[in-house]
């Protein structure tokens, strides 16, 4: 990355500036009387759990020149990936370096977000003052206030009806759900089935969205809720685009395949089958899906929130020639750039014209002043299950 960073203590000397946008988020900005951007970052030296490893960083931005741009953050979400990223099990490893000033090699979390371009150099060409834009590909380290990268880190996005949310949780999430719907098998609309565990999921819930546009149906897994919750989350899932919703037990029992082929007769297509599983759980869960799978059907890996191995019967693969694949949206991404582009842009159309929403979030406000405690507790949070939403920073007054 190509920062231009000066280290500056003329706090005394910040300005608050009124923001020239009011439909933005942002309200004031930290920008010294030299020009200077008052920055905060989420750090981590070493690896480990959340609680222990990260802490708060400030450093100051000079102001861009040449090819650079300054950004402001507006919204970040706390993904399941990130967290992996901080305890050391995630496959791609961040640039541990001292470019922010650090005593010690420090990496910033987090690979999603949307930001406020803040202030460009002479030579910028694709962004101007006050464009949003998200990142061209993971690994960025988004959990900070402010940023100065070159502009071809960037992607611009038009911000027209869009909330910071929609623009932060769209580079990952839905684009997996695209892709894993398109690009494994072919789903005949009116005719073929999906399913999926982890269907609550951000993924899962984009996957149920645009398996109803594109007229797929789909049975989505959960893990059970007791009493109403369970019942709530269920008709959640119906309302936005699931046929059936079952809970990781119901999929598990022997009775489930045949309880399919009933819920295929009733929708009156004939020919039906389920063609293609989304597998984010792995064990039992992952199985389950398996079994039910149409011969020569395919299940997609990508992800393994259960932490379990997965285990298949060797008939599945003998009797019933399924097929196992992985994907991995990041590794897609740098792959297929323009793909890349159009699924973002594609996504956020529908965003637009409300045929499409993100999954629910867990805000956490992010301003100047904000403690370390606060944020570090955010991110150490979302590692406790059934929860009501994706956690997300959402930057205030920075
Ligand atoms: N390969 C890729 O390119 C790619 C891209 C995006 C995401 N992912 C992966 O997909 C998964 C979901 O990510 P996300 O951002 O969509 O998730 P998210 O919105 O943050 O939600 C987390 C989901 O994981 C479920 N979960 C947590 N612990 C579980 C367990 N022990 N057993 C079963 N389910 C569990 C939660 O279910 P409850 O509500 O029941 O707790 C929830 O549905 C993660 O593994 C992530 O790394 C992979």
Not at 334 to 362: N, Q, S, W
């Amino acid at each position: 990355m190509r920062a231009s960073i000066l280290v500056h203590s003329f706090r005394s000397a910040v300005l608050r500036e009124k923001s020239t946008n009011p439909s933005s988020i942002l309200q004031t900005r930290s920008i010294s009387a030299y020009g200077y951007t008052q920055s905060k970052s989420l750090i981590y030296s070493t690896y480990g759990t959340p609680s222990e490893v990260l802490n708060l960083h400030t450093h100051s931005i000079s102001p861009p020149h040449g090819s650079l741009v300054t950004l402001r953050t507006l919204a970040a979400p706390l993904n399941p990936a990130d967290i992996n990223q901080i305890q050391g099990t995630y496959p791609s490893k961040p640039t541990f370096s001292t470019a922010l000033g650090t005593s010690q090699p420090a990496a910033v979390p987090g690979n999603e977000a949307v930001f406020e371009v803040q202030a460009v150099g002479s030579s910028v060409k694709t962004v101007k003052q006050g464009d949003w834009v998200v990142p061209a590909r993971t690994g960025l380290g988004t959990w900070r206030t402010h940023l100065q990268i070159d502009e071809d880190q960037v992607m611009r996005v038009e911000r027209q009806g869009l909330q910071p949310a929609h623009a932060a949780t769209v580079t990952v999430n839905p684009l997996t759900a695209w892709r894993m719907l398109t690009d494994f098998v072919h789903l005949e609309p009116g005719r073929d089935w999906f399913i999926q565990n982890g269907a609550n999921s951000g993924v899962g819930r984009a996957a149920l969205q645009l398996g109803k546009l594109w007229g797929l149906k789909s049975i989505a897994v959960v893990r059970d809720r007791p009493g109403q919750e369970g019942e709530r989350l269920k008709k959640e899932l119906l309302d936005l685009g699931a046929t059936r919703v079952v809970s990781e037990e119901e999929s598990q029992t022997g009775e489930f395949a045949s309880q399919i082929k009933t819920w295929m007769s009733e929708s009156g297509t004939s020919g039906s089958a389920v063609r293609l599983a989304l597998n984010c759980v792995g064990g039992k869960p992952a199985v389950a899906l398996a079994k039910v799978l149409a011969p020569g059907g395919c299940m997609v890996t990508y992800g393994a929130m259960s932490k379990q191995p997965l285990s298949l019967p060797a008939g599945l693969l003998i009797f019933k020639n399924l097929r196992f694949e992985g994907f991995w949206v990041s590794k897609w991404g740098d792959e297929h750039p323009e793909d890349r582009r159009k699924c973002i842009g594609g996504v956020l159309d529908l965003v637009r014209e409300g045929k499409f929403t993100m999954g629910p979030t867990m805000d956490v406000r992010w301003d100047f002043k904000t403690p370390k405690e606060g944020l570090v507790t955010a991110v150490q949070d979302t590692l406790e299950g059934y929860r009501k939403g994706k956690g997300m920073f959402v930057f205030g007054d920075t």
